[in-house]
Structures are given as structure tokens and as C-alpha cells.
């Protein structure tokens, strides 16, 4: 298994990359998540997000006005985590209005035209969608169009891209001093566990089940991660990931009959509040505006589906729900501590995630903590 956070050859290579030209030089070249070489004219005053998520990672850097070299998203982040949205526009109601909605990257309601209209000088793409973009070919006719697209990951292999993602995003931003503040926290939060888990024996590792979006299709189980994003989570917590020892890959449906004939140690599920994209949603509704004595009788009410209750996760009470949007934000240092905190409660006692969210909206973050991110079964 790779050591927790060792740095690969590639990434080196991507983190050296990124400061191998002068400072603030023009033109001023990188290397992106996807290993392309992107040269911009100078640093980007105005960008697109082909995910409006993406503030989960440039909030950190551009505290003070994270908008400020953003001029329109993609609106995921309203539609699928309109908690952050709603703490983003109290804290930025002038500048969350003036978004522009650019439609999906990846689809056919995407404007070019817009892009040129408000004259971007550059688009972020998620790693996940490179294959998608290039498919498109909306890399070429944005590059004819003198639009550069560069890539970063909090999403595919949040672990392993996340430190050179943010490396990235801070040079792109004129944000360096902050990125390095960034990951220095980013790291010390995850050796909290890393350096803990490392020395556990395989046999005292618990197999997990991790039910991705669980409650997204009431009628529908189970989608889960292999060894990837939330799976990886897992591993790092000190858990042996169902879904890595079934498939390769990032995720697959799995069957209740299967599900059913594993019998994990441990059910996890995530959760977010979908409620107003997705009324019929029987998830969890965690995020900023959760409702603490609503998320009990959901998590019971996921608990009670037919093929789950009599699984010995739920009879001994070792079934928990997590903030969906961890998997997709720097900030999943905080899920795999709560993880390790379920899976190995006697070895992380002074372990506080309540207090590292804290801090990181404390020092990170344009606005305060508040809601509920993670919920267990009643007992």
C-alpha cells in the first residue's frame, strides 16, 4: 500500500514545475494536474470554474474576497451544496450575483461565446472530466480561442492531488505564501492520523462499506468507491475498503445481495443537502444549515431499509453518515479523521474533527463554522 502522503516522482515533478519559472514571470508557464504544460500571458485576472465547487479550494488561498478573479462557474455548487452557497453569498452578496452560469463544460449548453463575451483569460477543469473535455474537443477551441484550460483534483485522487492542486491554484492566484500556509496545516492535520494508523496490524483493521450519495435514489442501493477518493479515505483511517478489495477503479454499483453476503464491520454513507435539487432524497441533509433531530431519523430511516437493518454494522450500531462534499474539497483531512475516530475510537480520543473545522474556517475561511457534517446511528 503507498505510504500516506509520500510524494511520488510525478508529484514532485508537478510541484517543481510550478516554481521552476521566476515569480510572477511573463509569460507565465505551469504544469497542470493532467501533466499538460500551459503557458497564460500573465496571471489570470478573470476565471471560470468549470465547477462551482472549485471555491471549496480557492477560498482558502483568496480569503479575503475569494471571488475576485472569478467570473462565472458552473452551478453545482448552488444546486448540490446550497448550504456553502448560501455562507458564501452572505459573506459576498455582491460578487455571488454577478456570477455567470456557463452551463456544464462537458455538455452541449457550455458558451463559448459567453466565455469570449466576458472575456476569460482562463478555465479550470476538474482531472475527472479530462477525457470528456478532450472528447469535446473543448480544450482545442478553447485554445483557438485564446482561452488556456488548466487542470487540478480534489475529486479522482484527492490525496494525492490536492497538494499540488493547491500549489497550482496559489500560483495561478499570486497566492503562494498562502498555499504553503495552506498545506502546512493540511499536513499536520493529516499525520494526526496517518502516523497513528501506519503502525495498526491488517487484522485489527475493520472492513468497511462506503455507500456513496446513499438515499440520493431511495429505491436504489448501492453505488461505493474503490480505492479512490472516499475509499482511499478509508484506508488512510485505518479501514479495509470494500470496495478496493471487489474492483479497480474509482467506483461501482454494487448489489444489496452482495452488500448483504460482506456483512462489513462498519456502514458509512454520505450525505448532503439535496433536498431542494432532489426533493424526494432520503440522505442525510448535512452541510452549514443541517438539522441535527432531522439527520437522526434520516440515518435511522437509511438504516431501516429493507436488507439493511438485519446487517451486523446496524445491530451494533456501526453505521455513520458524512458530509458528501468532503470528497470533493481540500479540506478531506476532516472526513478521514472522523473515519478514523468511528473505526478506531480507542486510539484517537484527543482527536477533536469538530475542532479542526473549527480552526480551518477559524484561519482558512471567509465565514464561520456552523451545522452539522457527520451524524451516527441513534442509539
Known sequence: MRHPLTYTAAFAATAFSLFATSALADPMTVTDIAGRQVTLPDAPERIILGEGRMMYAIAPL??????????????????YDPDAFEKFKAAFPEDTARMVNFGNPY???????????????????????????????LIEKLDEAGVPVVFIDFRRDPTANSIPSMLLLGRLLEKEARAAEFIDFYVAEMRKVTNVVQSL?????????????????PEYCCNTFGSYNYGRFIELAGGRNYGSEKFAGYSSEVSLEGLI???????LGTGANWAAARPEVTATLLGYQANTVDNDARIQALADRVGFKNLRAVQTGRMHSIYHQFYNSPYH???????????????????????????????????????????????
Open 62 to 79: 483568496a480569503t479575503e474576497n475569494p471571488f475576485e478573479h472569478v467570473v462565472g462557474w458552473k452551478d453545482d455548487l448552488i444546486l
Open 107 to 137: 455538455a452541449g449548453d457550455f458558451s463559448i461565446e459567453a466565455v469570449l463575451e466576458n472575456k476569460a483569460d482562463l478555465l479550470l477543469l476538474d482531472l475527472g472530466s479530462l477525457f470528456k473535455a478532450e472528447e469535446t474537443s
Open 201 to 217: 496490524p491488517v487484522d485489527e483493521k475493520p472492513l468497511v462499506f462506503m455507500e456513496n450519495a446513499a438515499g440520493w435514489s
Open 261 to 267: 453476503a460482506a456483512d462489513p464491520d462498519v456502514l
Open 333 to 379: 483531512f476532516i472526513a478521514i479523521q472522523q473515519i478514523a475516530k468511528w473505526l478506531h475510537p480507542e486510539d484517537f480520543t484527543d482527536l477533536d474533527s469538530n475542532a479542526t473545522m473549527a480552526k480551518l474556517h477559524d484561519e482558512f475561511m471567509p465565514f464561520a463554522t456552523a451545522g452539522q457534517f457527520w451524524v451516527s446511528l441513534p442509539k
